[in-house]
């Protein structure tokens, strides 16, 4: 390889910045997470539709109900997952394996 190292091969003086840009769809396999937090399945609906990365008021239009039965609901799942805002939800359904959208 010439003089390019392994990652873990030798010391790392430095850092690493890893981020998720919680503004784009995630593809989910939420099967994992269901289990894990015994989420409903209207729960997982959500889950996917938060992922896809669809506001409040396009999940209410997608899913036939009051904007403020569904801040409700992204309130429930939060707090069920322990997660303090969506882009901490986007996060852990991203740990998962959740993939970007292409």
């Not at 989910?28 to 990365?53: D, F, H, S």
């Not at 036939?64 to 801040?71: E, K, L, M, P, S």
Request: neutral net charge; aromatic residues 6%.
């Amino acid at each position: 390889m010439g003089n390019l190292s392994v990652l873990g091969d030798t010391g790392f003086g430095g850092a690493i910045l890893y981020s998720l840009d919680a503004g784009q769809p995630v593809e989910v396999n939420i099967e994992p997470m269901r289990q894990v937090y015994k989420l409903t399945k209207a729960e997982c609906e959500l889950a996917e539709l938060l992922g896809r990365g669809l506001t409040n008021a396009q999940i209410a239009d997608e899913r036939g109900r009051a904007v403020a039965t569904i801040n409700a609901q992204v309130k429930s799942l939060l707090a069920k997952t322990d997660a303090d805002n969506r882009i901490q939800f986007v996060r852990l359904l991203m740990s998962f394996g959740a993939d970007y959208v292409k």
